[in-house]
């Protein structure tokens, strides 16, 4: 095991050179694809394991603040504006993230060849986003929010809320005067 550490710490000092940040001490595992390594900030303590894609075009940034997990063969493109994944946030294996959409108007016109869409998108501290998942542009998830696996998500989500499905509903919430998780409407209001 001490082995394997020494070559992370080594191949971590070599990123500090390659991103635009990296804290030591983080983690990327290979085999990988990163395009854009100058608009990518890594925290402290972030793991990123075998099998990642990040990809970030034009005047897009991604930040991964401190601490946080993502699982093997996970996707994470972004342009325009800063994509944020907060600190303490988990994101399991086979996710997407994004905050691209790509525009369809145009019907003579394949549509890589159209204009893409930018939206906000931004996962807040402490979240965990089960395996399968996508996170779609435009996502603003609160903290400590549960994504359960195979969910795509898109919308506003407030702190502390339990979201599943296709596409993702809130099913719980954390009630702070009962200090428990209680079950919900779709709206994220507190059944009766």
Known sequence: MFYKKAIWLLR???????????????????PM???????????KQVRIYPGAR?????????????NVGIAQNVQITCSGE????SKGTVILANTFVTNIDHTYDNINLPILDQEISVKRTFIGENCFIGIG????????????CIVGANSVVRGKFPDYCVIVGVPGKIVKRYNSDTERWEKTNPNGTFKA
């Open 12 to 30: 971590g000092g070599l990123y500090k050179f390659l991103f635009k940040e990296f804290k030591l001490p983080s983690y990327i595992g290979n």
């Open 33 to 43: 694809y990163i395009g854009g390594f100058k608009k990518i900030l890594i925290g």
């Open 54 to 66: 990040i990809e970030v075009f034009d005047k897009g940034r991604l930040i991964i603040q401190d």
């Open 82 to 85: 800063d994509l944020l994944i």
């Open 133 to 144: 998942c996508a996170i779609q542009a435009g996502t603003v998830l609160g903290k400590h």
